[in-house]
Nanobody
Framework: VQLQASGGGLVQAGGSLRLSCAAS????????MGWFRQAPGKEREFVAA????????YYADSVKGRFTISRDNAKNTVYLRMNSLKPEDTAVYYC???????????????????WGQGTLVTVSS
């Protein structure tokens, strides 16, 4: 599975961006998708995850109410809509794919099998 993330850029605080992640290769109808981010000098952290059906969605507390994850399975693409952006949201954002999504591991990096190359989001104050 290959993942291609896009949509990052420079935005002012309070602004919005939408990230996209297109999957190709041996995709499966059970694949869950997730977004993680890594700020300079920090570890990669979980942002959001969505099951293949979209029936299960999880968010990190830091983005709840501001970010929305969604997917279009016909296009093999997952999206991350980011509103009310803050300078602390500045990071490289990575999409990731895995098998079925479980409530016990949705936020664990090691539970994801495939990773995209990342797209940089910079939020200026």
């Amino acid at each position: 599975v290959q993942l291609q993330a896009s949509g990052g850029g420079l935005v002012q605080a309070g602004g919005s961006l939408r990230l996209s992640c297109a999957a190709s290769g041996r995709t499966s109808s059970s694949d869950a998708m997730g977004w993680f981010r890594q700020a300079p000098g920090k570890e990669r952290e979980f942002v959001a995850a969505i099951s293949w059906s979209g029936g299960s969605i999880y968010y990190a507390d830091s983005v709840k109410g501001r970010f929305t994850i969604s997917r279009d399975n016909a296009k093999n693409t997952v999206y991350l809509r980011m509103n009310s952006l803050k300078p602390e949201d500045t990071a490289v954002y990575y999409c990731a794919a895995r098998g079925p999504l479980y409530s016990s591991s949705y936020d664990r990096r090691g539970a994801y099998d495939y990773w995209g190359q990342g797209t940089l989001v910079t939020v200026s104050s």
